[in-house]
């Protein structure tokens, strides 16, 4: 079997048809440094508040900014604010924007983008709401100076609003904030380091930005999402190959600089590739997450969401998606493992060997009589896929369930993971996705964990006393009072089972080192400034 470096030029070159972004298409092009990279999938919506997708994250980091962002070192550090003061009380934040911040339009970023963006993801995200359970008013104070007023202290304020995963709280213009939340908006309008070329954003093929000429950096060094984001090259462009051997075959070409999410298969091949180098973050990891949806049955039942504890199986999922032990950790914390927070409490149904017999008298006991199971398979995603194909070896296994498998791509997955119709009338039972362990280290940043009911993420999980739960963590003094109430939230979620994560696992990045430079690691949303062209 021929090995990616050898393999024939054509093959290449069909690929380069097949995406023919990948080559300039004027003489002025050819005299720009231009970045191409390819990320872990393609950009199909521009509203990175409207969805927790992380190319959306990806897209809003390149056109938007934040008020505040991590460093290197995950410590929250000022972005789009020079400056604040927390007045005695610890119940009044006053924030100054710095000077030159400026919406691609050329109008200025003022409070009242600032409000309207922050409470327009507050809308959608967790955290963001249970932060507003415990907000009184933000005011503008003058162009440049707004006040957050809280109804008590509340010490997570800042570390929420340079929250490093998805949702992001991006700053809008006014007029796309007041956007319904629910709503995906049309125009892009931000104050970021890039402008996206909306005129040559092909869904399915490609997204393209160029270099804010009038974006100001911040004086630090780049570190992490925080410093200063100096744009180095003037045109990024995004291109999307679903096929992992394609992408990796192309980097192994030289045919694009950066790949975000390298299938572990190939990582040996890529490590003995001259010119590639492969980094991670030390806090890297992505969590999987298996969505149930609480709507329906059978999962509107805790019994049969309890049974799947006894079906699914951690090890087997982390084979095969991370198959060199390395790259794996057969994590069963909500919190993820490796996190201040992490904990296993409650565990013990899952960690177990798994048990058909308990997991049928289960399903039995919630009523279930043998309806189709609705599972969503996206199958053009690197991990999901493979992840999909797990799960449904092991439901089948247990003998007495039975399964709907509908095959689809990802955004499809996306678009009908909000439906909350019946299974039978577009909706669905069960999807897989992925978030970053950083992002679940938070019983409020927890994008899965919430049980809200209809303001909780896709699958709606509803449940009075675990937001309650979640409610006194978020007012905990210390660090160790809320490692204790983590414990009573994780043992409560293994007993409500919101969702169920099916392991952890690290995904290098990998890009050509003898072509670019600069590159900064994260564990969430990588970022394209800082990166030079040799």
Not at 70 to 95: A, G, H, I, R
Not at 224 to 233: C, L, Q, R, T
């Amino acid at each position: 079997m021929k090995t990616v470096q050898e393999r024939p030029a054509r093959w290449l070159a069909a690929l380069l048809l097949a995406g023919a972004a990948a080559l300039p298409a004027t003489p002025a092009l050819a005299q720009q440094k231009v970045l191409r990279a390819t990320m872990h999938a393609d950009v199909r919506t521009l509203d990175p508040i409207w969805t927790t997708q992380v190319i959306a994250g990806i897209h809003g980091m390149m056109v938007y900014d934040m008020l505040f962002a991590p460093n290197e070192k995950l410590e929250t550090q000022p972005q789009m604010v020079e400056k604040f003061t927390v007045s005695e009380d610890k119940k009044t934040y006053v924030f100054t924007l710095r000077d030159g911040l400026k919406f691609t339009d050329g109008t200025p970023v003022t409070p009242k983008d600032v409000i309207a963006s922050v409470k327009r993801w507050a809308a959608r995200d967790g955290g963001g709401r249970q932060l507003m359970l415990y907000t009184d008013a933000i005011n503008g104070l003058d162009d440049k100076t707004f006040e957050w007023k809280l109804k008590e202290p509340y010490s997570l304020l800042v570390d929420l609003l340079g929250k490093p995963d998805t949702s992001m709280p991006f700053i809008m213009r006014e007029k796309e904030a007041l956007t319904d939340p629910m709503q995906q908006i049309t125009e892009v309008v931000g104050s970021g380091p890039f402008i996206l070329k909306r005129d040559e954003w092909v869904p399915g093929s490609k997204t393209v930005y160029i270099k804010n000429p009038n974006y100001i950096p911040r004086k630090e060094p780049a570190s992490g999402h925080a410093g200063g984001k100096v744009v180095k090259v003037d045109r990024v462009e995004l291109l999307w190959m679903p096929d992992p051997q394609t992408a990796q075959a192309a980097l192994a070409a030289g045919e694009i600089d950066y790949l975000e999410n390298p299938q572990p298969d190939f990582l040996p091949i890529l490590e003995g590739t001259p010119g590639v180098t492969l980094a991670t973050h030390p806090a890297q990891g992505t969590l999987g997450i298996l969505q149930l949806n609480h709507l329906h049955p059978p999962f509107n039942n805790v019994k049969a969401r309890q049974a799947m504890l006894h079906i699914v199986n951690n090890q087997d999922f982390l084979d095969t998606i991370a198959a060199d032990k390395k790259l794996q950790r057969p994590c069963f914390s909500y919190f993820g493992c490796g996190t201040p927070m992490e904990t296993d409490a409650g565990s013990e149904p899952y960690k177990a060997p798994k048990d058909y017999k308990k997991a049928e008298q289960l399903f039995k006991e919630a009523g279930y009589k043998g309806e189709p199971i609705t599972l969503l398979h996206a199958t053009d995603h690197a991990y999901i896929n493979p992840a999909n194909l797990v799960l449904i070896q092991q439901m089948r296994k247990a003998g007495f369930l039975k399964l709907d498998v509908q095959a689809m791509d990802w955004g499809t997955v996306v678009s009908r993971r909000a439906k909350k119709e019946p299974p039978a009338q577009g909706g669905w039972n069960i999807f897989i996705t992925g978030g970053s362990a950083l992002g679940a280290s938070s019983p409020l940043t927890n994008t899965a964990l919430p049980m809200a009911c209809e303001k909780s993420w896709f699958g709606w999980p509803c449940d009075a006393d675990f937001e309650k739960l979640r409610g006194t963590w978020a007012l905990a003094p210390d660090v160790a009072a809320r490692k204790k109430i983590a414990i009573d939230i994780s043992k409560a979620a293994y007993e409500k089972v919101p969702f169920i994560s099916f392991g952890q696992w690290v995904n290098p990045v990998a890009y050509r080192s003898d072509k670019i430079s600069g590159v900064i690691t994260v564990p969430s949303v990588p970022p394209m400034w800082n990166i030079e062209k040799k």
